[in-house]
């Protein structure tokens, strides 16, 4: 049973930065992923990180998004910069052992997810 805790949300203006962290325990997914939620909408898929180090990005995360897993602490990142106010939501790390990361990210495709933490981005 893989088991995610996120941390680094925060109140930051435009242009800003953050950098979340997603600790795991009970071992780590074969695809490791970041999703995020805005209130009333949809959770979407942000960027995903496979076994091998290789990174998937969906476009609003693309040239100003980092995804990064450090095996020695078992940790997730997600270093954001140039933040803007759309990307005000929940973020959530999600874990998945099936083989590899999807092309395009869906919440289906991953069976372990943290409780979320929240990013406010003010213009």
């Known amino acids: 049973q893989v088991q995610l805790v996120e941390s680094g949300g925060g109140s930051v203006q435009a242009g800003g930065s953050l950098r979340l962290s997603c600790a795991a325990s009970g071992g780590r997914g074969t695809c490791m992923g970041w999703f995020r939620q805005a209130p009333g909408k949809e959770r979407g898929g942000v960027a995903s990180i496979d076994s091998g180090g290789g990174p998937t990005y969906a476009d609003p995360a693309k040239g100003r998004f980092t995804i990064s897993y450090d095996n020695a602490k078992n940790t997730l990142y997600l270093q954001m910069n140039s933040l803007k106010p759309e990307d005000t939501a929940m973020y959530y790390c999600?874990?998945?052992?099936?083989?590899?990361?999807?092309?395009?990210?869906?919440?289906?495709?991953?069976?372990?997810w943290g409780q979320g933490t929240k990013v406010s981005v003010s213009s």
């Open positions: 999600a874990a998945s052992r099936s083989f590899g990361c999807p092309s395009v990210l869906y919440v289906g495709y991953f069976a372990y």
